[in-house]
Structure formats: C-alpha cells, structure tokens
C-alpha cells in the first residue's frame, strides 16, 4: 500500500464525515426553524416532531465521533489532517447543542399555549431563530470550502442576535412590570429568546473551527459579547 | 524502541494530561465556590478575580487539546487509549463551559449590587453550587480512579440540584408576583440559578464520559431529566 493509497483512503473517510455533517446541520436548521414556526403559531403537533427529531441528530453526532475515532485510530494523521478530524468532532458537538436549544424551545411551546396569554413576541423570535438559521447554513458551507472569510463574517454577524436579544429582554421586564399575569409567559419567552443567542453562540463556535482549521490558530483576540444584559443594570 | 517502550511514553503524556485536567478542575471547582461567595455577600472584587482567572481555564484547555493532538499524532494510540485521550479532550470542553457559567454569575454580582434590592436567595444559590462543586470534585476522582460505581453516583445526585433549581424557579416567581421592583433582580437571579443548573449538566456530562471510558459504551438510557420547569405550566 503506498502513500498515495493511503492518502485516497483517507480521504474517502473524511468526506464520508462531511456528508453526516451536513447532514446533521441539515436536521438542525430545520430543528431551528420548525421550533420557531411551531412557537409563533402555538403548534403543538409541529413541536412534537422537533422533540422527536432531536434523537436522529444525537444519533448522527455519535456515528461521527466514532467514525472519528475509526480514522483516527487506522489512518494515523497528521498536522492538517488530525486537526480537521478532531474539528469536524467539535463541530458536530457544537450541532447537537443547538439541537438541544431546538428541542428546548419546542418543550416550551406547550406551556406556552396553556398559559393562554398571547404577547406578540413569536414573530420576533422567530426573525431572531431565521438569522441563527442563516448563520449556521453559512458556517456549514464556510467549512466545506474552507471559507475563511465567510466564517469571519458569521462571527461579525452573531453581534446582530446578541442585540435582538437584549432587545427582547427589555421588551420582557416591561410586559412583566405592566402586568404581573405576563411574568410567567415572560419567563419562558425571555429563556427562548436566550436559548436562541445561545444557538448564536455555538454557530460562533463552528464558525471558529473553520478558521482555526484554515489558519492553524484559534481567531486571536476574544470576540465583543453583544448580550450586555449581564452587565448592565436593567432600568426597564 | 520496543514496544513497551512505547507504551510507556505513552502513559506518561496521558499522565501529563491528567494532571492538567486536575489543575484545570481545581481552577474551576474555585471559580464556582467563589462565584457564589461573592454573588452572596456582594463582594465585587472577589467577582472580579473569578472573571480574571477565567483566562487561566481557558488556556489550559487550549493546552490540553493542544497536547491530546500531539499525542495522537505522535503515538498513534488505539482502542483504548484513544478512547481515553479523546475523553479527555471531552472533560476539557466540559471543564471550560462550567468556568463560564462561574463567570457569567460573577458578571451578574456587580449588577446585583447595584439593583438594591436585596433578596435572601444568595445563600440557597450558594448552596446549589456547593453541590455541583462537590459533584464535579467527585466526577474528576472518577475519572482519575477510573470509578464508574462514583461516576453514576455523580449522575445521581444531578437530580437534587435540578429539584433545587425547579424550587427557586418558582420562588422567583412569587417575588416577582408581589412586587414588580423585585422583577430585574429576580430575572439575574433566576439566570445564576440556571447556570448553576447547567454546570450540573455539564459535571453529569464529565461523568458519563468518565462511565463512556469504563465500560466502553455512553449510558443506554437519557438520564431523567429533573428540570421540569420547562414543560410544566408555572401556577406561581
């Protein structure tokens, strides 16, 4: 078996992990938008069936960490090659955390509907989930091509969900203060709208992988936290 | 070099990363006791040393996988010892997203300060997370005894923390309802009570990696799950 041999095996194997990849951002996007959609319109069907997809996408992480190790373990790499396996698992681990958001907002849809107070707050969150969306797709391609780029971009672009959600959390304190029937409600909209910047977050995080297997570093200097609402006191 | 030769090279770099991963505990199970110390008696420069030495954890998980690649490359380990260097690199990750979470509760100190109002819910926040500390201090004594008895233990005990959190959900929400000052303070307080939660999920996730090591394969059934907050409808 010489070099080049080895080499197309290789290979073989790690397009094998892409196709999951995208195969498993593919059942997240849809987990994200069918969350949202299931949300807004109080469908409790549509939830159900997030709740119920959540499991194909833990099985998909689990085929690729041990197709991983597999590859690992009879091919040996390398430098460039080991680090893009050892990528490819933290990327399918950061998509089955947004999964897991999806899931958590789908959860959260039946309450919701039993709570029977309808703010206006599902179209809202459901612009916020599509940009989430939107990023995601992009991260996906940015590390087929490796993109580098376009994986800057994404990152810049998670500014943009950070603000939606300090938006909504002021939105929140004062439909809690006019009223103190809309605490509850409040209360699971405003963890939806956080589950949905964490989604941001872990998209961030693959965004990062792709130009850290394209660079070979890890980007340099920690990216601005949009999400203030930590730090500065709310005043309503 | 013979091959036991090897072997032995290879057990040193894994005892090497062990001990990293054990400084890396110490530095977290300290930024979660302290965090809650200083979210307690609002003690903003306590707060400010845990957001410090957040880099500290930070960086050694960049040196753990780091190392871990190195290792792979150099060693090419199988089986096992594959299993167990990529397991490491997993608690590294879990490690890391605990030292967030103290650091995020220490973000919220300051603003706590600053609201006034001044609730009781500092010491039972306290409480939870000496839980979770004492969880993750057992959860890394098991991965280093290879323990999975101790392990499961850890996984166990996940369930008071989220009965603890369920409680203060609902707490909160009576403050809440009795006085719309008590509104903003209680949604910082609410946030620290889930990040403490998530910190137990992700000390349960430490030992399941720790189980995964043991016996070969992730526990078979999903753990039950003891936040019910977010499928429960709150009645206050």
Do not use: W
Not at 66 to 79: D, G, K, Q, Y
Not at 134 to 150: I, S, Y
């Amino acid at each position: 078996m010489d070099e080049q041999h080895i080499t197309s095996a290789f290979d073989r194997d790690l397009e094998a992990m892409q196709a999951q990849i995208m195969k498993m951002g593919g059942l997240v996007e849809a987990a994200i938008m069918e969350a949202a959609s299931a949300l807004e319109t109080r469908d409790e069907e549509l939830a159900q069936k997030v709740l119920e997809n959540d499991a194909a996408i833990d099985g998909l992480e689990e085929i690729i960490n041990s197709e991983a190790a597999r590859v690992i373990a009879l091919r040996s790499p390398t430098a460039v090659d080991l680090r893009l396996i050892l990528s490819v698992m933290k990327i399918a681990s950061n998509l089955e955390r947004v999964g897991d958001y999806a899931k958590n907002i789908a959860k959260r849809t039946g309450v919701l509907a039993q709570t029977g107070h309808i703010l206006d707050s599902g179209a809202a969150l459901r612009r916020m989930a599509r940009e989430v969306e939107l990023m995601l797709k992009d991260a996906l391609d940015a590390h087929v091509q490796r993109d580098a780029e376009l994986a800057q971009d994404v990152i810049n672009r998670d500014l943009d969900v950070d603000q939606m959600y300090n938006a909504m959390f002021r939105e929140f304190l004062t439909y809690m203060m006019e009223n103190p029937q809309n605490i509850t409600p409040c209360m699971h909209l405003h963890f939806i709208a956080k589950n949905i910047e964490r989604m941001g977050d872990h998209v961030t995080a693959i965004a990062e992988q792709v130009i850290y297997v394209v660079a070979g570093e890890t980007p340099a200097e920690e990216r601005v936290k949009g999400d203030t609402t930590s730090t500065a006191p709310q005043e309503g």
